[in-house]
């Protein structure tokens, strides 16, 4: 008897199981239970079928372009400049200075590049405090360019601001070490060498890279064998077509005057001016707007490659100086006026 009703009610749990897995993997309502569980949408579930299936090993796959390891870097736009109306710079020309060419009528007649109109702008004596950097403003202003030609001991003095200028664009070349007369009688060549040796040296130094193998003698006194070392050593020589006298000029209105009745009659030229002098900074910006009055185009000067400085005065330099120093942060970095 017992056992009759254990067998019965065996029966009656098998079966009560039996229907409860055909009721939630049969009936409509286990894809319900499914759909709420998940909560996935169909492009989910598309994108999870398709990556059931094998994926290939990169052996298997033919590359059909080279992707790069760094995205290209656009073009940068060139600087506009803020002067709608500035003088600008009309062209630019490199120069070969290869065997030392000569510019300058006032002493060289052969390479005779610029055009009507055509000016060339440059400075010597610098860098100097207040005047030079007065000098790269009126420059800045309107957009031109120059060449500079700063006296070695100048530069050593005042790196700071040779860098300014090296860092607006202009070329920097060399004026001997002392600004020493290098045609005087008691200069001999080696003691010539030494200044525009020396010169280029302390220029470089002061910029921390190569100069411009652009060289200016002082007082234009162009000794021939100075010459001759300068051509040896690929050094370009300027003169000038004419000359401002800007260290003689009372005020900044006479400079003015000099430059344009000279320029007008000549036509065009290579300008010798003096970012040393206080009346040349003071009379640039007018300068320059009568230039760009008159319809003057000034042409860029660039060496084709910088001046390879020769070691042994690059050192001896280095150690008359007694660098490195204890400090090589501009003077005004470390010394302000706080209170006067």
């Not at 298997?60 to 709608?84: G, H, I, L, M, Y």
């Not at 009346?279 to 300068?287: F, M």
């Amino acid at each position: 008897m017992r056992n009759a009703l254990g067998l019965m009610l065996a029966s009656v749990g098998a079966a009560v199981v039996i229907a409860a897995v055909w009721f939630w993997t049969s009936s409509p309502r286990a894809d319900l239970a499914v759909a709420a569980t998940v909560g996935a949408p169909p492009a989910e579930r598309i994108a999870a079928t398709a990556s059931a299936k094998p994926v290939p090993r990169f052996e298997d796959v033919e590359v059909t372009a080279t992707v790069p390891a760094k995205p290209p870097v656009p073009p940068q736009p060139k600087t506009a400049c803020a002067n709608p109306d500035a003088l600008g710079v009309s062209r630019v020309v490199e120069i070969d200075t290869t065997g030392g060419p000569g510019f300058g009528f006032a002493h060289f007649k052969q390479l005779d590049f610029l055009t009507d109109k055509e000016i060339v702008l440059t400075f010597d004596d610098g860098p100097w405090p207040v005047n030079t950097p007065s000098v790269l403003k009126a420059l800045a202003d309107e957009c031109t360019k120059a060449v500079f030609f700063p006296i070695g001991k100048h530069a050593t003095y005042h790196p700071e601001i040779l860098k300014q200028v090296a860092a607006a664009g202009h070329s920097v070349g060399a004026h001997t070490w002392s600004h020493a007369n290098l045609n005087a009688k008691k200069m001999n060549e080696q003691q010539a060498r030494d200044e525009i040796e020396k010169g280029f040296s302390a220029v470089k130094l002061a910029l921390g890279a190569a100069p411009s193998p652009f060289f200016r003698f002082p007082q234009l006194q162009h000794g021939p064998a100075s010459m001759a070392y300068l051509g040896s050593r690929n050094i370009a020589i300027f003169s000038c077509d004419l000359d401002s006298f800007d260290f003689r000029a009372k005020d900044a209105a006479q400079i003015v005057n000099t430059v344009m009745t000279k320029l007008d009659k000549q036509g065009k030229g290579i300008i010798l001016m003096h970012d040393f002098q206080k009346h040349t900074a003071e009379a640039l910006p007018t300068l320059l707007g009568r230039l760009k009055a008159g319809g003057y185009k000034v042409v860029q000067m660039r060496a084709k490659a910088p001046l390879q400085t020769l070691a042994e005065y690059d050192e001896g330099l280095v150690k008359d100086m007694k660098l490195p120093t204890v400090s090589a942060r501009a003077l005004s970095n470390v010394v302000q006026t706080v209170s006067q």
